[in-house]
């Protein structure tokens, strides 16, 4: 005999509920802040000095499980220094349709020239616009992602220990 | 006149006679502002369900999305009107508006106010003051399913035809309760004309009191005619795809819809003005110009209550709609109607 109560119970929640502040976020207008481990588009990165970290060596390309990264690798001459290895990546392309965003490349990286960033709205109307070249990823990219505080979200970042 | 053993009143002729392009200029006012009623029934339905889910609802066209029912109706009118090649031509393209013609017609009968004298110009309550209204209304609502039924069978697709049938068996089980609470109000009122009923409860005893049971009934079973949640089950999304308008498309569905939300307007407007007083104001009624807002302002409040039910009650399973409605609504709407025949008769 509790059902029909237990019906008009559920009234009062569903009427309740009006009066509460709806928990939507305008994604448009508000801009959630992401967290500061959030895995966005890929940056290319550069030692102070200006030369490329990237040497081109293709492990993030291997490690890379939706194979999406390409990586065409040229030597370093005296007069064309681009990276401080004996090789760099004379093509580096990231096809960001196919990319899952695993972080794979990131970890496979040696010298961190790699790195996921923030930016998440990375919509085209072209998939040939979704290919990333190197100038694309060495560049600050265009549009900025508010980031939580670091210090409040951001976990330790995992310490990998060699297996004995 | 021949005396017969009905009751004359249902059979004298109008007070007033009423001139011709009166009625039409009133039917056309009529039937746009229940089209204007149904648009923006949409857009409350989604805004107060929106608000009841902790969401916000359309709020993208215009201030508060007050623009959205024009958005989705330019979106229908564009969009193509697409036929499954197997389909029965001219009864594909003829249910929707059967349904759409039947969902509007029903809305003549009801009385919105006492009647204006304008410039000489007498103007009724209503667009025809019919002395059977209520059988009209019944009647039309019946032809209505065929709309849903055809419909549904001339797409030549299974789901379409799962839901037409499921629409055929649902609306026949419920209609007979529906009909048989509005008994009640019948045998009290003694006519069958909207405007005798709404008469009869003019001095704030409105039908809700004494009828009560009749009007439970009418508002479960009414829920289960206009296939409202949560007896939503000719077009269970989840199993079925949409039910008997699977296959429509554009505008089609879109008169589908509308047919859909005007006779839950109808059967809420038919349970104001035979449970809640029609027109009149709870104990006072104010000047007669009051009348058509006293209507609506209850209208809104009862489909307030439909929106409401929606959110709040999950889906009935198949066999407990059927149980529900022959085991449960069934009996008390008959025990209802043979008691107050008897209370009637004995008082």
Not at chain 1, 61 to 90: F, H, K, L, M, Q
Not at chain 2, 48 to 69: C, D, I, S, T, W
Request: hydrophobic share 50%.
């Amino acid at each position: 005999m509790a059902q029909p109560l237990d019906t008009f119970k559920g009234f009062a929640v569903t009427f309740r509920q009006i009066f509460r502040k709806p928990i939507t976020q305008q994604y448009p207008d508000f801009k959630r802040a992401v967290y500061p481990r959030f895995r966005g588009r890929h940056r290319l990165h550069t030692h102070e000095n200006g030369l490329e970290k990237c040497v081109g060596c293709s492990l993030c390309a291997a490690a890379c499980p939706a194979d999406c990264i390409r990586v065409v690798a040229a030597e370093n001459t005296a007069d064309n220094r681009v990276s401080p290895g004996e090789r760099y990546a004379r093509i580096y392309e990231i096809n960001m349709s196919r990319c899952i965003f695993c972080g794979y490349c990131e970890l496979a990286c040696p010298f961190d020239a790699i790195t996921l960033g923030n930016e998440f709205e990375i919509a085209e109307y072209s998939r040939d616009d979704l290919i990333y070249t190197k100038d694309m990823l060495l560049a600050e990219p265009i549009k900025r992602v508010p980031v939580q505080d670091p210090a409040r979200y951001d976990t330790p970042a995992p310490v990998y220990k060699e297996r004995s | 006149m021949v005396a017969t053993g009905f009751p004359l009143a249902a059979f004298a002729p109008l007070a007033l006679e009423v001139a011709w392009w009166v009625s039409v200029i009133q039917a056309f006012l009529v039937i746009n502002l229940v089209l204007v009623t149904f648009a923006y029934l949409t857009l409350a339905e989604r805004k107060v369900m929106a608000r009841m889910q902790l969401r916000y609802g359309p709020n993208r066209a215009g201030p508060y999305g007050l623009l959205q029912p024009i958005a989705d109706l330019l979106k229908l009118l564009h969009k193509e009107s697409f036929q499954p090649a197997a389909a029965v031509d001219w009864l594909y393209v003829l249910a929707p508006f059967v349904a759409a013609f039947t969902a509007l017609a029903t809305f003549s009968v009801i009385p919105f106010g006492p009647g204006w004298e304008v410039a000489g110009v007498y103007i009724p309550g209503q667009v025809a003051d019919v002395s059977i209204g209520l059988i009209l209304i019944f009647a039309i609502g019946s032809v209505g399913i065929y709309g849903f039924i055809v419909g549904g069978w001339a797409s030549d697709s299974k789901y379409a035809l799962l839901g037409a049938m499921r629409t055929c068996a649902q609306l026949v089980s419920y209609e007979v309760s529906l009909a048989l609470s509005v008994l009640g109000v019948v045998i009290m009122a003694e006519s069958l004309r909207l405007s005798d009923i709404v008469a009869a409860q003019s001095d704030f005893v409105w039908y809700v009191g004494p009828q009560f049971v009749g009007f439970v009934v009418f508002l479960l079973a009414g829920t289960a005619e206009t296939a409202r949640a949560p007896f939503d089950l000719p077009e269970a999304e989840q199993e079925l795809v949409a039910g008997y308008h699977t296959e429509y498309g554009g505008m089609r569905f879109g008169l589908f819809t509308m047919s859909e939300y005007i006779n839950l307007i109808t059967l809420s407007a038919v349970c104001v003005t035979l449970f809640l007083g029609g027109w009149h104001g709870p104990g006072w009624d104010g000047p007669s110009w009051l009348g058509p807002l006293w209507f609506l302002a209850k209208l809104a409040i009862l489909l307030y209550v439909f929106i409401w039910m929606r959110t709040t009650l999950p889906r009935l399973r198949y066999d407990q709609l059927m149980r529900f409605g022959w085991k449960i609504l069934l009996p008390v709407a008959t025990l209802n109607a043979v008691v107050t025949a008897v209370l009637v008769v004995a008082l």
